[in-house]
């Protein structure tokens, strides 16, 4: 399939790539499809694999993350398998320096149409996310899993409260193969739109500070 061309070896190659830029005092963010299993225990081979590298791992949900749970009970799985070095990214924010990370998997243009009712739950997560990280007197950096812009497509539920929080940078996955083609890249309406996919960045871990501008 063209969605997957290019993905030879990615486990290898992400591996590789990791431990060649991540440090232990860094933090990841995966913005979702973490692991192909559909229970919470079943995901132990993917989360071991995690475990082995370095840094703090932020763990989103994306559309094909059906073991996701409960955070409590994603929580307590965590904390019985060792993996103290994961956290779960579900209504709440994490502290790093003066930024906040916030996000949930969000809404997109390939989401069914007659399920107004998870899209407006997406909603109140990406509120309740982004206000746990202004609680703190942090700027909020979203991380989504859908792109809440597409072509021509505009998520405006998702992109309202994007700009209702003056939200100055998101981050979204999701878009493999020829689908790229369409992402939205760059300043969108004030807002600084990007693409993380694994296999857009080549299965290279991303810095993701630096280039942001300071008013």
Known sequence: MDKF????NYE????????????PDD?????????????????????GFLHELPGKKLLGKGNHDYWW???KKMDDWLAECGFDDMSILFNNAFAYGKYAVCGTRGWSYDCPADEQ???LREV???EASIKAGLDMGLEPLVFLHYPPVYGDYV???????LKKFNVRRCLYGHLHGAARGKAVTGNWEGIEMRLISADHVGFVPQLILPDIHDD
């Open 5 to 8: 061309r290019g993905w030879e």
């Open 12 to 23: 290898q190659r992400l591996r590789k790539n990791w431990l060649s830029i991540v440090k």
């Open 27 to 47: 933090t990841v963010v995966l913005a979702g499809d973490i692991s192909w299993a559909m229970k919470l225990t079943d995901t132990l081979a993917d989360f």
């Open 69 to 71: 749970s409960t955070k």
């Open 117 to 119: 009712n998870v899209l």
């Open 124 to 126: 109140g997560r990406l």
């Open 155 to 161: 998520c405006e539920e998702i992109t309202e409260v």
